[in-house]
């Protein structure tokens, strides 16, 4: 008897396990790890958003112009911590990329970018807009095992989803409550609601999501965007996942 094709769900299966079979634990030295697969991957013209005081380091055919929220004296304001912060050549919002025409680079970086984005439905689809056809999305996000997100819940993708769906302002308030609580350590109902306070009239980017790597893999496929996953790596304080555009 001559077998049909596979079903779609066999297929998505045999995806998740094939992405299984890729995930693997690599040695500690994290830098090491990322600059690796960017000189592999990285190539053409790109940026980077979000860059701060750590560009990423790319091979010498690479092209970055690099985009964040904010010009670099207003990136000194929100991040006074960092005695040097990369000056943007561009500001735009992550979510959006609305200086970057369809269809117009050949990569995206965002290294620990996601986490702070209120809506990475949004940024994800964006990324892979303004990429050709075969173009790279190059992300890094911190592994909340090895952070102060430990104690946090890992973001779902019902969460992710809704948000998308009915606006981030939806679990905003939330997010800021859980920040002050499990991050800051306030126990005290006021305490918490004055700190919330604050971050809202500053419009402060905590770590609204928290991804390990396999949950944020789980998100990926739930979203079925045009993409192909090229490499999930995971080291001690972070994990890296590169996606080509199909």
């Known amino acids: 008897m001559t077998k049909g094709p596979p079903s779609p769900r066999l297929l998505a299966q045999r995806a998740r396990l094939a992405v299984r079979d890729r995930i693997r634990s690599m040695p500690p030295n994290w830098a090491a790890t990322r600059d690796d697969l960017a000189f592999r991957y990285l190539h053409g013209e790109g940026i980077e958003i979000g860059a701060l005081y750590r560009p990423q380091r790319v091979p010498g055919d690479a092209r970055v112009r690099f985009v964040d929220h ?3 004296e207003e990136l000194r304001r929100v991040y ?17 990329l609305d200086k970057f025409a369809d269809e117009s680079l050949d990569f995206v970086i965002a290294n620990h970018v996601l986490e702070h984005v209120e809506d990475p439905v949004a940024a994800l689809t964006a990324f892979i807009r303004v990429l050709r056809p075969g173009g790279i999305v190059f992300l890094t996000l911190p592994d909340p095992r090895y952070s102060f997100d430990g104690r946090r819940e890992r973001t779902t993708v019902a969460h992710v989803l809704r948000d998308h769906r009915d606006g981030p302002e939806t679990s905003r308030r ?6 002050a609580h499990i991050v800051e350590g306030l126990v005290d109902p006021g305490d918490i609601e004055r700190r919330t306070a604050e971050f809202a009239s500053e419009g402060t980017r905590n770590h609204f999501h ?25 080291t001690e304080p972070e994990f890296a996942v590169v996606l080509r555009k199909t």
Do not use: C, K, N, S
């Open 70 to 72: 904010g010009g670099v």
């Open 80 to 96: 006074p911590d960092h005695d040097w912060v990369q000056e943007p050549d561009v500001v735009d919002e992550a979510e959006r």
């Open 174 to 179: 939330e997010h800021y409550e859980e920040w």
């Open 210 to 234: 928290v991804w390990e790597l396999g949950t944020f893999i789980e998100l990926l496929f739930a979203l079925e965007l045009p993409v192909a996953i090229e490499a999930a790596q995971a």
